[in-house]
């Protein structure tokens, strides 16, 4: 009941606890303030020891060193005030000096001061005739135990007193409360934002289905999550239909250039004929590459077991005849027996498959290409071709990026297996290879072992 009632806007919320915060300190000097008039009422703590203090600063000690009271104004005053005041100072010597006649109930006490340190006294009457103030006291004169007639404060005088007193403990607690206490309550009353601000973090094209939390979180902030909430699904939909798009699209291409395939394979052999069957085989495979790419996106399989010698070899063995055709020399060179992984065989052969096929497409169609599986689950494609510059390394990855503008190749291979190694969580470089070559390396870490 108490949470419901308690206000979701921040501004409010804000305002309500800084509140409660200040009352709670008024109510505890309140309490304190309360709780003093009635036992001063009960116990008698309303005596003040002012007139004592006028005696005591009144003290002195005369060229003979003997011990005086010095005429003062403040000390005429009280004089005045209290007519039969009487006062009794010892020093640590032994040295006495009195001013006036000390009670007949007290006069026992004084006797005894050197044993004494602090007190304050009444007898049972009401008002009490023999109000009493006894404490230690120095001055230049020396150390002392003063005994002498007090005075009922007045309310007025309770007040000050209070007020003096409990200054320095208000303004002390204010600070802490202005240095931890705001803190703590603004801290506490953003914490839904704060949170928000880690869940924005989830946010990933490949999460398009998640959203921020729209409970827990200040009314001024929600209209805001909703709106951004709003737009990740109107996101959604519009890469969806840009994802049927595209398949579509590479599905409808694969009809016609079929059938342009068939038409031109009938042709009379000549350069013609070459130059537009190579066309049309780019085109093949830039469909191609289209399709994978959506059948990735679309079709997160589970990982399963996966050797990545054996992975490689197979791929190698199946790529052989074509890279023998372009004039390489292709060969599988695996330094462990056996590299296990949790992973996708298909996605992972295709990866393996696109950069034997990079190879063969740019390495200049001579000099070695070779497969390498090390230890600690690193893949290696190395090549003897002109290499990539060490600038475009990080961009041919990019969809649709060439080397040199009329390079055969779709644009998309490349792209592809920068997906296939990250939704394994793997990294890929591209490094020089001992002949001045690409080599394409493949880490895969440990985890997915």
Not at 189 to 208: C, M, V
Request: charged share 25%; proline share 6%; aromatic share 6%.
């Amino acid at each position: 009941m108490v949470r419901m009632l308690w206000p979701r806007s921040l501004k409010q919320r804000l305002i309500a606890q800084l509140l409660v915060l200040q009352l709670a300190i008024l109510l505890v000097f309140g309490l304190s303030f309360v709780t003093l008039l009635v036992v001063a009422d009960e116990g008698g703590v309303l005596i003040g020891p002012a007139p004592v203090e006028t005696a005591f600063a009144a003290i002195e000690r005369g060229p003979d060193g003997k011990l005086a009271f010095a005429k003062t104004d403040k000390l005429a005053d009280v004089l005045v005030r209290h007519p039969k005041f009487w006062f009794i100072a010892r020093s640590d010597r032994g040295e006495i000096l009195q001013l006036g006649e000390v009670p007949e109930i007290y006069k026992g006490i004084s006797q005894t001061l050197d044993r004494m340190t602090y007190s304050d006294l009444r007898d049972v009457g009401d008002p009490s005739p023999y109000l009493a103030v006894l404490r230690r006291r120095s001055s230049p004169a020396g150390d002392f135990t003063v005994f002498g007639q007090g005075e009922l404060l007045s309310e007025q005088s309770l007040i000050l007193t209070f007020s003096r007193v409990s200054l320095a403990p208000m303004l002390v607690l204010l600070a802490i409360v202005t240095v931890i206490g705001v803190p703590w309550i603004v801290n506490r009353a953003i914490k839904g934002i704060s949170e928000l601000a880690r869940e924005t973090d989830g946010i990933d094209i490949a999460r398009r289905s998640y959203r921020l939390t729209e409970t827990a979180i200040p009314s001024e902030v929600r209209p805001l999550v909703q709106g951004i909430n709003g737009a990740l699904h109107r996101l959604d939909q519009a890469y969806d239909r840009h994802q049927r798009f595209i398949l579509d699209a590479a599905h409808e291409l694969r009809t016609p250039v079929a059938i342009l395939q068939a038409r031109l394979d009938s042709l009379a052999p000549g350069p013609d004929r070459d130059r537009l069957i190579a066309d049309c085989e780019r085109i093949s495979a830039l469909a191609e590459q289209l399709l994978d790419l959506q059948r990735l996106e679309a079709n997160a399989k589970p990982l399963t077991p996966v050797d990545l010698v054996e992975l490689c070899r197979d791929v190698a063995a199946d790529l052989a005849p074509l890279a023998i055709d372009q004039g390489y020399e292709l060969s599988f060179e695996p330094e462990v027996e056996r590299s296990p992984i949790q992973g996708d065989p298909a996605s992972l052969s295709r990866a393996i498959t696109n950069l034997i096929q990079n190879a063969i497409e740019h390495a200049g169609n001579q000099g070695a290409i070779v497969v390498r599986v090390a230890c600690d689950r690193v893949i290696e494609i190395c090549d003897d071709g002109p290499g990539i510059p060490e600038a475009e390394r990080e961009r041919v990855f990019e969809p649709f990026h060439r080397l040199k503008p009329r390079d055969r190749g779709a644009g998309l291979g490349l792209n592809l297996v920068l997906q296939i190694v990250q939704r394994h969580g793997a990294q890929i470089r591209i490094l020089a290879s001992p002949s001045g070559g690409a080599c394409f390396r493949l880490v895969f870490a440990e985890q997915a072992a």
